[in-house]
């Protein structure tokens, strides 16, 4: 008797593509943190712990997202939840944004319509299918 454990199912091209959002959204963030720590050199004195307390959490935020990016990959469904919870906060930043600003942005609409296609595709019946799947194989394997 050969005793072989289940296999996880193959991962949806669309949750493989929102996967790669979210890694690109986190790489994002901690060069933009990187940035603003940087640019703590260019402002008024009282400002300097200001800007790079924020530097400093936008790295970290950043980095945060690699790590529940490298969690969805794998199918786990905390990591599918802390993205949607990260993605509620980063939408209404950006809403805030775009009604508060005197111009037009376009790139905060690009970036709203990709945050609903990763939510789309983590949320949808394949996506939400394959991470449904994934938690039965890892249960199988548990009990074998």
């Known amino acids: 008797m050969t005793d072989t454990a289940p296999t996880p199912p193959r991962r949806p091209a669309l949750v493989t593509i929102a996967i790669v959002f979210i890694y690109a959204s ?6 933009v943190g990187i940035l603003i720590l940087l640019s703590r050199y260019r402002v008024e004195a009282a400002q300097v712990l200001p800007v790079s307390l924020l530097g400093a959490g936008v790295i970290l935020f950043g980095l945060l ?5 490298s969690g969805v990959s794998r199918g786990s469904r905390l990591s599918r ?40 595709a983590l949320w949808a019946p394949p996506g939400s299918r394959w991470f449904r799947a994934v938690a039965q194989a890892e249960a199988a394997a548990v009990v074998a």
């Open 26 to 31: 986190g790489i994002g963030s901690a060069v």
């Open 65 to 69: 997202t690699l790590a529940v990016a």
């Open 81 to 120: 939840l802390l993205v949607t919870i990260y993605i509620g906060i980063e939408f209404t930043l950006h809403i805030v944004t775009i009604v508060s600003t005197d111009d037009w942005d376009w790139s905060g609409l690009l970036i709203i319509a990709v945050q609903v296609f990763v939510l789309v």
